[in-house]
Each structure stands twice: as C-alpha cells, then as structure tokens.
C-alpha cells in the first residue's frame, strides 16, 4: 500500500553545496518512494518534476524530456500524491502564498507538499546546465542558470516546506517546480503571479532521507568550512 | 524483515529546547522500528535505553525499571542491531574515542549508532526528573538532574553519531546512554575511562523521522526565539 503521509528524500542541501553532484540514486528507485516530486540530475543536470509518475527535466535550455530510468539524481524528494484541497484567493501571487497557507493550516512547524494545477498570468522560471568533473560549487554553478519567463501559462507547481531545523538538510521555507501543461516551460520556480486554479497540500508524519553512504566524495569532504544554509538560501529561492 | 540500515526517530531535538515534553510516541510504537535504541519519557521522564528489545528507564533518582508498552516518549532513537566488531585502543577513554573511530572509518559525514559492552574503570552518568505542565524548558530541566559515578562497572552503552547537519533535529556529534549490567547505575552518558570489550559500529543508509504534527503544543509553538542548537550542545553533552 502506498504511505501517503512520508516524504522521501535522497541527499541533503549540505552534499550539494560543495558541488557534490554526483547521481547517488536513480530515478526509478526515487519513484519507488513517490508518484509525485522535485529535484536535480547527475552533474546538476536540469530541474525534475515528478508528476503523476512521469519524470520531466528542464535542461539548461529550457527543454523538457522524460528522463529514463537509470537517471541518477544527486538531491531529490518524492511522495506519494494525497492532497487536499484548499481555497485560496483569486489571482495568487508566489510572495502572499504563504501568509494564506498559514492562516489556513498552523503548519509553519511541519513538512508539506504543495500542488497548483491552474491558470497562470505569469511564471519566473530557471534551470541549471549539467556540470562535469571537476564540479563547481553551487553558487558558481547557479551563476551560470538561464531565467525563462512565461506569460498566461497553465501548468502545474510541485513544492516542498521544511521548517527552520531542516535548513542545511533541505531547503528552509518553500522549494518549488513548475512545469507547464503543453511543456513549453518549465524549472525551479522563482515566482508567479495571477494563478486561479486547484490549490492542494499534504501534510508529512514522516521524513524518510538517504544518505549517498557509499559514495566517497560525500564520505571524505569536509564541510566544517561551507556556508551550507548561506548558499541554500541564496541559490534555491 | 528488519532493517538494519535505517535509524528511526520519533521527534527534534528542537522540540524539546523550549520545552515541548509531551509524550507523542509509545514505547511500543517506538520499537516497532527497532530493538535498540534510546530517548526520554513523557515530561523528560527519565533517560531511556533499550537493549536486545528491553525498554530500561533510568529516573532522577537513579532508580532502573522496564517500562510499559504504553509509556510515551517526547525524543526517541531506535533501530535494529547488527553492528560491525571493531577493535579499539585498551582502556579507552571517552575523549579519545571519537579520533579511534573516524581513524578506521570515515564516517564524519554520517549516522551511525555505537553500542559498547565491557569493563568500565569509571562512568558518570545523569538523569532528568520527570516534569510537570507548565513545562520548564530543556535547560531549567537539566539544572536539576542528579549525576551518578560509578566505578569498576559492567555494563552497555549505546549511542549514536549525527554530523553537523543534523543540529538542530537530533544532537550533533554522540548521544550516548549507558546501563550496568547488574542495573545498579545508569543515565545519559557524560564520560567514560578505562574501556575493555566488545566495541560495535552500525552504518545507517535511511534515517526516518517521526514529526508529532498532531500536537497542538508543537504546531502553535514559535521556534524562531529558541537557541535551539546553543541548548541541545549545553544539555546533551
């Protein structure tokens, strides 16, 4: 039976900070854990959305694929989809989102998902190009991402909350994708604006995080000197 | 089949810094995922530590008893044991032990549990009394826990390893409680001196963390003012 009420996790914000890329888990063991996700390909390759349980990249250009079952991710979450349906103000704006969540739900403290399937007036998007040995940290790799703006689109936004003690595991707050419906767009959600639609949210008892144990980069880097939730927040928001 | 490669949780280390001790877990529910493992009873009641699917409570008095299946843990770690023999340095010392560990295995970056059984020539342990509501926060509640010594003792420690990460969920660096075989002494574990005997390491892959996101005090309370890591390094060294 499916647990609706676990989020998985492979890898945590702190591995990836340093430029620690590596796939550790392919996508069909992650999707064993969930129908319904977010994360990153072997090298940083793109921005994943796991909708419905197709699993769609964004490459740095821009461009979706499904990507097959031996694509490895270094950072990436699932769950399996059990929403609930929420009302939320006409025409939702990303910087309000969070104040009508929390006035709704006491859930500052908890891990959630999020789901918006609707219209929007606009859509800031970005990806990231894969990376090759030797990797760049996060921040240099994030220098380099293309924005891809999108205007009356619908599609459908997969989000994740983590509350402030998971801030070197996760992302602190709000970690979003988005793609849209015909796929012409699609990456790491910044903000959007103008949505009207389906909003949802799935609360989590359990958080279930694997840890990339044999892979030796990840055994042997010392992180004491990587400013983990610095660069976290400065690149995933 | 047991998993032994997971290590199960029930609650933060964050939760219980500003006082949140209510019980959200049974005893029962918490060896449902492990045989082994330790944490505190409702109020702070006591120090836990299971041993071969044994519940031991050690009180503020220094009193040892079996707990009931009912019994309701605030902070809990279990798992199931299957560690790995490693041979350490004759009359180990608690200060030394982390640089024998990370000299044979590179594990800095990961969880890991510890379980020590042998000769002690010296232990200090402590234990917390139970606290009533209003709740008084984690370091009003260790001002007033009694320390025991023990000399030339026989007995158990387990404990676990968590890297940095993972500071304001669980403790950073060893948690660790002991017991005398004989149940004479017993508590959180602040040093140890002269060691002889078996010393067992258990690598974990998986950590599963169980949020009490149906109590109300957790929900409502607000985590931003509390030195949470500041408290957890103060309290459960």
Redesign the interface.
Known sequence: MQNTTQLFQNG???IVVPGLFDGTLTIKELMENGNTGIGSGDGLDGELIIIDNKPYKIDGDGIVSIVNDDFTVPFGNAHFADYEDVSVTPNLNSKDMSDVIFKHK??????FSIKLHGQFSHVTVRSVYKQTKPYPNLIQTAENEHVFEGDNVTGTIIGYYN???????AVKGFHMHFIADDLSIGGHLSKFSGFNGHFGIQ?????????P?QNND????N??KDD?EGSINKTER
């Open positions: 945590t914000g702190a006491p859930f500052e403290n908890t891990q509350p402030s003690p998971f801030s070197q595991i609360l989590f008892n359990d958080f279930k995080l694997r840890l144990v990840f055994l042997n880097h992180f004491s983990i």
